[in-house]
């Protein structure tokens, strides 16, 4: 059985324009010590996506289910979600910057985490754990550095210090949202490494956001590719590269820069607004391979090639892969 | 931090003795006859300027001042024209009275004004963010004198009228005599202080604090699995305190003025009202004492929100 289980999420937010229909219909799963990518450009929902999975989206709507480890994250109650978030699901963001608070030292926000979940240990054991998890994701004199602010971090060492706090509590999984977005090219590299070595070492799964597919085709077992809030393409990695069947994955791969490490430069158009989605399916405006079908009837997501791993929302020949990049 | 201290206690130094000039400078340009006054209507001349030697007022006006200054960095602060009692002693008779209404009226406000700036912020909108904002909104304009004249109108006049004596009239009782009559004395001076204030820091924490809940940190203290109370204590107020620290510091300046009002509507014997009668008096020694003693504890005062300040956010270097 898979570790996660998410079916039919959808996610939806009142404002005054309208209704933002962020997630809709997202189906997928994680199974242990496995990656999953979860790749698609700016405002395709899958921050939104993986927050509401740990109760952290607020003042939304939500309907669906993700059974993680046969509990119903979706409606289980806020202390249910609250014994699991940390010590089961750890989570890392976009800007380590921000992400840790400017008023307290790493070390008590780490201890703070493990306390908050193991209600026996000591301080002093949960100091002494936290400066092992320190030395473990690679910051240098981690005893002492244990009492120092974010401040004094670099951002690199600070998102070290975020993956540290995740993972102390050795959660099952890791939700990773662009852990490295906001690095530089050589140190993206050095973070990505710590993780994959954690994850070694701990057998956790993670869920890897991330807009840079030099990423995915490091880390990933598997691939998720989101468009205007919902599942385009959907394959183990190889497959996403090598043999694609989504008119939006060959979009993003023909984008991808030479060298790894940018953003996807995106492709000709936009998005469409989620409030008044167009009838069909979504990326029909920008397809270059549109047909009339395309805007009369939104395309489920069926087998491509009859490999139930290897999905595709698209109305073209499933019998047919097409690869683009390299 | 040192360097930062000394430097602050210079500038102190700095300011106060500025405002000796600033006083005597008034009195200089605006001359007393408070000898003709004390020595009678029918005083001859002679008596009069007898009473000005004795008070020292004959002599030149800077030669007045550097006595001033010297007897005051000895801690001598004269001695008041009438009664001839140390000026010092006047403070300190008046203090406890000052220290009690500022304190607990800081205290007041300040509780008030952060505990419903947290809970609107924590239910943006709800029926008692509403609540609460009109509750700022009708005490924001609300002068502290006329707040206290209706206060003493309603709850002391119409009340004891009806037959309830919950409050007095005015007044004070000192904590060490009896704490139950020294809060009775007290609660609608506090309020009329505080309310006003309270309002502002309502709104001052609300705003402050619905900008750090949106804050990336908030939603790391999230994913930890905390209790949420701790997540908008300990990692939201934490943060939001700040500018309200900064504003209780520029604040403390106008608590004076609003202490002299306040104490002279429901008749405390403080230091605002010693002041009022002085100046009526033209009590010159008193008036200097008071105003010198005041700013120098809004000064202090003001170097310890620094402190706090810097406690508070570890980024914030002293320079
Ligand atoms: N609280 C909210 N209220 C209204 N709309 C929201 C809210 N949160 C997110 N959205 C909308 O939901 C959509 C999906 O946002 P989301 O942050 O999940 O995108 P994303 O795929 O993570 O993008 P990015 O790559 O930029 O992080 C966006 O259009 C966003 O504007
Ligand atoms: S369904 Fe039509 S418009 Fe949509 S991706 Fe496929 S070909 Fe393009
Ligand atoms: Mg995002």
Redesign the pocket.
């Known amino acids: 059985m898979a570790l996660l289980e998410v079916q039919d999420l959808r996610?939806s937010?009142?404002?005054p324009d309208g209704t933002?229909r962020?997630?809709r219909g997202l189906s997928f799963s994680v199974d242990r010590g496995q990656t999953l990518a979860?790749v698609?450009?700016?405002?395709?929902?899958?921050?939104?996506?993986?927050?509401t999975i740990t109760g952290l989206?607020?003042?939304?709507q939500i309907s669906g289910t993700a059974y993680f480890e046969g509990t119903d994250l979706i409606s289980a109650d806020a202390a249910t979600l609250r014994r699991l978030r940390g010590a089961e699901i750890g989570m890392i963001f976009?800007d380590p910057l921000s992400s840790l608070h400017p008023h307290y030292r790493i070390g008590w926000q780490i201890v703070e985490m493990i306390q908050a979940h193991d209600h026996e240990i000591s301080k002093r054991a949960a100091r002494r754990r936290a400066a092992d998890l320190l030395t473990l994701v690679g910051i240098p004199r981690a005893a002492e550095r244990i009492d120092d602010y974010p401040h004094q971090f670099s951002g690199g060492m600070r998102q070290r210090v975020m993956i540290a706090m995740a993972m102390a509590l050795d959660p099952a999984l890791l939700i990773a949202?662009?852990p490295t977005t906001a690095l530089d090219v050589t140190v993206q590299a050095q973070v990505l490494n710590v993780m994959r070595r954690l994850q070694e070492e701990f057998g956790t799964a993670i869920i890897l956001?991330t807009?840079d597919l030099g990423v995915v085709a490091e880390m990933s077992d598997e691939v998720i590719v989101?468009y205007a809030?919902a599942m385009m393409e959907r394959a183990p990695r190889r497959d996403i590269f090598y043999r694609n069947h989504h008119p939006y994955t060959q979009g993003l791969l023909a984008s991808l820069p030479a060298q790894s490490g940018k953003r996807l430069t995106p492709i000709a158009g936009s998005?469409p607004s989620?409030i008044n989605l167009p009838k069909g399916c979504p990326f029909a405006a920008r397809c270059p391979h549109v047909f009339d079908r395309c805007r009369v009837e939104t395309p489920p997501a069926t087998d491509v090639q009859g490999d139930p791993r290897h999905q595709s929302a698209c109305w073209l020949d499933h019998n047919v892969t097409e690869a683009v990049a390299s | 931090m040192l360097v930062f201290l000394i430097r602050r206690i210079g500038h102190g130094i700095l300011v106060l003795w500025l405002i000796t000039l600033a006083v005597f400078g008034l009195f200089f340009v605006a001359p007393s006859n408070v000898a003709q006054s004390l020595a009678g209507r029918q005083a001859t001349p002679e008596t009069i300027a007898l009473v000005k030697h004795r008070l020292g007022l004959d002599l030149p006006i800077w030669r007045q001042y550097l006595n001033f200054i010297e007897n005051a960095a000895h801690g001598n602060l004269g001695f008041d024209y009438y009664h001839q009692v140390p000026v010092t002693t006047i403070i300190g008779q008046a203090l406890p009275v000052t220290v009690s209404l500022a304190l607990g009226a800081a205290v007041l406000w300040l509780l008030l004004g952060v505990f419903n700036g947290v809970i609107s912020a924590v239910h943006p909108r709800s029926l008692a963010d509403r609540g609460l904002t009109l509750f700022s909104l009708f005490f924001y304009s609300f002068p502290s004198f006329l707040l206290g004249l209706l206060l003493l109108y309603f709850l002391y006049f119409r009340l004891t009228l009806a037959g309830f004596e919950w409050f007095p009239a005015g007044g004070y009782t000192g904590i060490t005599q009896e704490l139950g009559s020294w809060v009775q004395h007290l609660i609608l001076p506090w309020l009329a202080l505080a309310l006003l204030l309270a309002a502002t820091y309502t709104r001052l924490t609300r705003g402050s604090m619905l900008d750090v809940l949106g804050e990336d940190y908030i939603r790391t203290a999230r994913s930890k699995g905390i209790r949420e109370s701790r997540v908008v204590v300990r990692h939201g107020l934490r943060s939001a305190l700040t500018p309200v620290v900064t504003q209780f510091g520029i604040d403390l300046g106008q608590l004076v003025g609003g202490v002299v009002v306040i104490e002279s509507v429901f008749s405390l014997p403080g230091l605002g009202k010693t002041a009022v009668t002085a100046i009526n008096q033209q009590d010159l020694p008193v008036i200097i004492g008071i105003v010198l003693f005041a700013s120098a504890a809004v000064v202090v005062a003001n170097i310890l929100v620094d402190i706090v300040y810097a406690v508070l956010d570890p980024r914030v270097r002293l320079h």
Not at chain 1, 40 to 51: D, H, L, W, Y
Not at chain 1, 57 to 60: D, F, M, V
């Open positions: 996610v937010f009142d404002t933002v962020a997630v979860v698609g450009e700016s405002g395709s929902g899958k921050s939104v996506a993986t927050q989206t607020r003042g939304a976009q949202d662009e956001i807009h989101m809030g998005p989620l």
